[in-house]
């Protein structure tokens, strides 16, 4: 991206500028005849910005020479955006700053693609943004709010000022131009990566059964993988973006693990890996043979995943005492019980599992089922309906750790 953008990118920008003005972006105004440009006032200048990713997340922090305020922007006729440029290619969006909703102090931020490299509409986004004294702001927020999937992109930061209230910089050569300010003046590349999940932190209680009642989140666990159907499963639940929980038998994950290959998806398709003992005994009675069983599991799925520390622990047939769960919480573990179990062990039959799944959610329920231990088709037949049928009532899947708010490790 050069210091100033093309005459056909600012012509676009210009286009949709009025479409913007509902949510606070610069309005179109026409020009008001010459004046002098000392006379007029300039764009906020950027005194330092940075585009960094932190775990999940990509931070953008911007500081500006003087003091500004994100509400009295549209009134000023000015904007203040982060452009975003393919690393091969032309601007695929901005990011632009708007001022808080009515009755609360944070500003947003909204986006607009570009599609043949015309901006589209612009949407607020899921955003944390926050004042950084007068004169700067950090926000965050994850690459999917501009259907980036970590890759590396170039940006600026583009301080606008509409021509009503300034003379443009070269107005008798380009009479389309915003005033406008790039920094830096030439695009910045900020290297992005698909964070590794390496861990989580065991919080709260250390034995539960379900989590949060607020909101409609639900979690789906599957207990006794990996099995010959687990990667089926992992196909239904990556069609579907919905995450899930898998507890691991030990002994079955150099069998049915593809050299970590079947943990190693999971964690980047965003989902969660939990200790289920070495070969599924009865561990309530705790003691050294229990911890062997645990940390032995616990050892196979880090040694899959290249470096996964397991905090979740299921213990076989659900049969627990409280020297188990004071031990499993002793070893980094969080004892994680059910409180839907759809019974598809038994093989009930489809429609059987289907129900059980659907008519038990509630807000903070952990759901129990199988993708491993036996005929699983049941389950897996059962699967796309129980998903469509939760999300069209409004559920929002997670995972056990996201459902309990556990803090996740990444690299």
């Not at 305020?69 to 203040?80: N, Y």
């Not at 607009?112 to 702001?137: E, F, I, N, S």
């Not at 489809?350 to 231990?373: F, N, S, V, W």
Request: glycine fraction near 10%.
């Amino acid at each position: 991206m050069s210091a100033v953008l093309s005459r056909r990118s600012l012509i676009g920008l210009l286009c949709v500028a009025c479409a913007a003005a509902a949510l606070g972006l610069v309005p179109a105004s026409p020009a008001v005849g010459a004046r002098r440009a000392a006379a007029q006032p300039r764009p906020l200048t950027v005194a330092s910005a940075s585009v960094t990713q932190s775990a999940q997340n990509i931070v953008f922090k911007v500081r500006m020479t003087t003091a500004f305020s994100t509400v009295a922007l549209r009134r000023q006729g000015r904007s203040l955006c982060l452009l975003i440029e393919r690393l091969h290619g032309g601007i695929s969006g901005r990011l632009c700053v708007i001022r808080p909703r009515k009755g609360r102090r944070h500003p947003r931020l909204v986006y607009q693609a570009y599609r043949h490299g015309r901006p589209t509409h612009a949407h607020v986004v899921a955003a944390a943004v926050r004042r950084a004294g007068k004169k700067g702001l950090i926000a965050t927020f994850t690459p999917s709010v501009f259907d980036n999937q970590y890759r590396s992109i170039r940006w600026q930061v583009q301080s606008t000022l509409t021509r009503a209230k300034c003379t443009p910089v070269g107005a008798k050569d380009h009479p389309d131009r915003l005033c406008e300010s790039l920094y830096p003046s030439k695009g910045k590349i900020a290297r992005l990566h698909r964070p590794q999940t390496v861990g989580c932190v065991p919080s709260g209680p250390a034995f539960v059964n379900h989590g949060p009642s607020k909101g409609r989140e639900i979690a789906l666990t599957f207990d006794d993988g990996p099995w010959y159907d687990t990667p089926q499963f992992l196909n239904i639940l990556e069609h579907y973006h919905v995450p899930a929980t898998f507890f691991e038998i030990g002994e079955q994950i150099s069998t049915y693990g593809q050299g970590g290959a079947i943990e190693r998806r999971m964690l980047a398709d965003g989902d969660m890996i939990g200790d289920h003992t070495w070969s599924h005994p009865d561990v309530s009675g705790d003691g050294a043979f229990a911890r062997g069983q645990i940390v032995r599991t616990a050892a196979a799925i880090r040694t899959a995943t290249h470096g996964f520390e397991p905090c979740l622990f299921r213990a076989p047939y659900g049969a627990v005492s409280g020297a188990l769960i004071s031990e499993a919480r002793s070893l980094g573990f969080t004892t994680i019980q059910w409180d839907v179990d759809t019974v598809d062990w038994s093989r009930p039959g489809t429609a059987t599992i289907e129900r059980r799944a659907i008519g038990g959610a509630h807000p903070g329920a952990i759901i129990l089922q199988h993708d491993g231990g036996g005929d699983r088709s049941e389950t897996l037949a059962a699967l796309p309906d129980e998903i469509t049928t939760l999300k069209r009532e409004g559920y929002h899947f997670v995972t056990v750790t996201q459902l309990l708010g556990q803090k996740l490790l990444y690299k």
